[in-house]
């Protein structure tokens, strides 16, 4: 886990220790949340999985709905949230709900999830990934060092490091995904591309795999529930502070 989801899960439990989150909500509930989600899958149980920090489960899930409802709280699509904002009262507060980059299993795990509940939500779509031409560049990292017992980084100067372990996988990565992020995007994904080739993977088969096609897309958008959104054109990276 990198520092900074450690320092964020520090102050969650400090916060579920201490109860703040009850004898605070009047001053810090406000009017409404917006809650941003990634990816919605079963527990992977290996135990190298580097991208968990973006990932819910569909049980997780079930339990968030339940609660905003049990809490009193409105679900509501997001383009509501401009009038809930600029209504003079409140009778209850709201919930938006979005999921970024258009993976499938959002239309797999999470869709049914929000259909029973009967809550609205949107789906923020990067173009070049429904065109299955764009780079998850942090699955290819993840699955080569997945296979790998040694990586080689041809990057302004090769890096080699032993990947038997998961702890040894978990340490390659953070090193690569730093060094990488520090950089162009064009490095990164040519990087990406050459670790994915060493461990027998089609880095252009990962974003197809894992993310909906247009088609899919049509399909939620017919869904009165589901909002489509615009998420860049191929998802740049942003370097790494931590």
Sequence with gaps: MRLRHRIIAAGLRAVVDLRADCWLR??????GVILMFHRVRPRRTERFVPNQAIEITPEFLDFVLAEL???GFDIVPLEAVPYRLCAHRFSRPFAALTFDDGYRDNAEYAWPILKRHGAAWTLFVAAEFA???GRLWWVELEEAIARLDRIVLRDEGTLRLPTRTAREKQ????AVSRRLRAGPDERLRAAANDLATQAGIDASEVTRNHCLSWDEIRTLASVSDVTIGAHTLSHPSWPSTI
């Design 131 to 133: 065109d299955g031409r």
């Design 171 to 174: 340490a390659a990565f953070n």
């Design 26 to 31: 009047v001053l810090a509930q406000g009017c």
């Design 69 to 71: 409802r049990r809490e």
